[in-house]
């Protein structure tokens, strides 16, 4: 069994990583105009159409889709503040609150995603990109991530 310190180090490194790869995901969506402008209204009215859950396609519609632009920056605002809490361990258990529920919009937003009436584990293998996402965010607030090579860790020290 690894000690304390080598799964703290692990977990650390992991969510370094998992910051690595959400400043590539916000960083197009900010520096750039075809997310916000074009791109995320391609991919909002899919959800809206065919692949969103019932009950939350009215927040997709009534919420969502008639400010799309702002949804679209904020989006990649969101993403970018993920990456930096996870990349410097700052504010690191509020951020994966965060992060799960942002995941969780996503899972809802495509959940249809594998068809309607197809087998259950076919809907689970379509969200291999956020499922997984919201367990790392699980597991970064129940082991309080920053505490290992992060900021969170330095000002638990100080204080």
């Known amino acids: 069994m690894p000690d304390q310190s080598t799964a703290n180090k692990?977990?650390?490194?992991?969510?370094i990583a998992t910051g690595?790869?959400?400043?590539?995901f916000g960083e197009y969506k900010v520096a750039g105009r075809a997310f916000a402008h074009g791109?995320?209204?391609?991919?909002?009215d899919g959800f809206?159409?065919?692949?969103?859950?019932?009950?939350?396609?009215?927040v997709l519609?009534?919420?969502?889709?008639?400010?799309?632009?702002?949804?679209?920056?904020?989006?990649?605002?969101?993403?970018?503040?993920?990456?930096?809490?996870?990349?410097?361990g700052?504010?690191?258990?509020?951020?994966?609150?965060?992060?799960?529920?942002?995941?969780?919009?996503?899972?809802?937003s495509t959940?249809?995603?594998?068809?309607?009436?197809?087998a259950l584990w076919r809907y689970f293998g379509a969200e291999l990109d956020t499922i997984p996402l919201i367990l790392l965010f699980v597991i970064f607030f129940a082991s309080d991530a920053g505490q290992a090579w992060g900021i969170d860790g330095a000002l638990r020290k100080r204080l």
């Open 111 to 118: 959940w249809w995603g594998a068809g309607h009436g197809v």
């Open 48 to 58: 809206i159409q065919t692949e969103a859950v019932s009950f939350y396609r009215p």
């Open 39 to 44: 791109d995320f209204q391609k991919y909002l």
């Open 61 to 88: 519609v009534h919420i969502v889709a008639p400010h799309a632009v702002f949804w679209g920056y904020a989006v990649g605002v969101l993403e970018l503040w993920i990456a930096a809490s996870l990349l410097l």
């Open 90 to 108: 700052i504010f690191v258990r509020p951020t994966s609150i965060v992060g799960a529920l942002f995941m969780l919009n996503i899972t809802l």
């Open 20 to 24: 690595f790869l959400f400043l590539l």
């Open 10 to 15: 692990t977990i650390a490194i992991t969510r």
